[in-house]
């Protein structure tokens, strides 16, 4: 029902900028919340941020509070991570995810989640 397709990933040096764009197709994103997950080799799948369907409540890991912004354009129907002063603990392949139904706040436990793309790398080097 619902496709995911994330853009926007690549090499970028430690202290730089990345946006990260969620194309969602088959279902509106006024009836989806949609999650950020990351992981980096060896290391269990986190949940980064999240925005709700209804209210845009947001949520982000405590590693990347004041750094990273979730973000969403109803009419393009997409979400952003915009991503700022990176570090290399950032590298990872990122999934954006969706649900149905969390329209007043969001969550970021990937149980909770039943779309997901087919993820994208973040490598944050020198």
């Known amino acids: 029902q619902v496709q995911l397709v994330e853009s926007g990933g690549g090499l970028v040096q430690p202290g730089g900028s990345l946006r990260l764009s969620c194309a969602a197709s088959?279902?509106?994103?006024?009836?989806?919340?949609i999650g950020w997950f990351r992981q980096a080799p060896g290391k269990e799948r986190e949940g980064v941020s999240c925005i709700s369907s209804s209210d845009e409540s947001t949520l982000y890991v405590d590693s990347v509070k004041d750094r990273f912004t979730i973000s969403r354009d109803i009419a393009k129907n997409t979400v952003y991570l915009q991503m700022n002063n990176l570090k290399p603990e950032d590298s990872g392949v990122y999934y954006c995810a969706a649900r149905h139904g969390s329209g007043h706040g969001c969550f970021i436990y990937d149980w909770e989640y039943e779309y997901w793309g087919q993820g994208i790398q973040v490598t944050v080097s020198s």
């Open positions: 088959g279902f509106s994103l006024h009836y989806l919340g």
